[in-house]
């Protein structure tokens, strides 16, 4: 059972428009919860990170909301541009494993287009 | 570039072989963790290594295995490879260990088994 879930599986916009991007959890007890954004065939890179008691925070055009009541969270790109396109993953670090271990969910692919 | 840097960059064998993939962390990290990415899923946990030693295991059988080096590199390998283990393997470091360190990643290796 995947223990992070995001929606949409994929997203086309056009160039300068804004998208919201989805993710529920269910992993508990969570540390913090993060976004990253995976280009194709490369690692990921850190977006955002947000523990339990943060409601938002956010890095350049990427804001990213945490309801830790529902277990919900979203990522909220302003003014897209075409190098957003990419794969935004939702994580969330699960204290129940010993070391810092990250729960992945599949991801949201983004494409933008001109 | 996150100064994580991962060899070899691809890397084709054939089923019941082994295979050595290899990471060298960011400078002042010392703690390593392993993510195996089949085509369009999430990254799954693979372990984690800190100063050294096993510090966490993901749902991986034993012929998976880790090493981390005193200066803090890393390696793992994969015994009697099989066909589903063909997937993006990517490393990551970090400061430390404890759950709020975030965690830089490397390009990846991209390992198919034919």
């Known amino acids: 059972k995947n223990q992070v879930e995001q929606s949409p599986q994929s997203l086309i916009i056009l160039e300068g428009k804004n998208c919201t991007l989805q993710?529920?959890?269910?992993?508990?007890?969570?540390?913090?919860l993060r976004w990253y954004k995976q280009d194709t065939g490369r690692g990921p890179v850190s977006l955002t990170i947000?523990?339990?008691?943060?409601n938002t925070k956010s890095n350049g055009r990427y804001t990213a909301t945490l309801d830790a009541d529902t277990k919900q969270s979203s990522l909220h790109i302003t003014a897209s541009q075409l190098s957003d396109s990419a794969s935004y993953i939702c994580?969330?670090?699960?204290?129940?494993?010993?070391?810092?271990?990250?729960?992945f969910g599949k991801g949201t692919t983004l494409s933008v287009s001109s | 570039e996150t100064g994580v840097t991962q060899s070899p960059t691809h890397l084709i064998k054939t089923r019941g072989q082994q295979v050595t993939l290899r990471c060298s962390s960011q400078?002042?990290?010392?703690?390593v963790s392993w993510y195996q990415q089949a085509l369009g899923q999430g990254p799954q946990f693979i372990f984690q290594?800190?100063?050294?030693?096993?510090?966490g295991r993901g749902n991986f059988p034993p012929r998976f295995s880790g090493l981390q080096f005193p200066n803090y590199s890393s390696e793992l390998n994969v015994n009697a490879l099989e066909l589903d283990d063909s997937a993006l393997y990517l490393c990551a470091s970090s400061q430390s260990s404890g759950s709020y360190n975030e965690q830089f990643f490397g390009p990846g290796t991209r390992l198919t088994v034919l």
């Open positions: 947000m523990t339990f008691s943060e």
């Open positions: 994580v969330v670090s699960d204290l129940n494993q010993a070391g810092t271990a990250l729960i």
């Open positions: 993710c529920n959890y269910t992993v508990s007890p969570f540390s913090n």
């Open positions: 290594y800190y100063r050294e030693e096993e510090n």
């Open positions: 400078s002042g990290h010392n703690t």
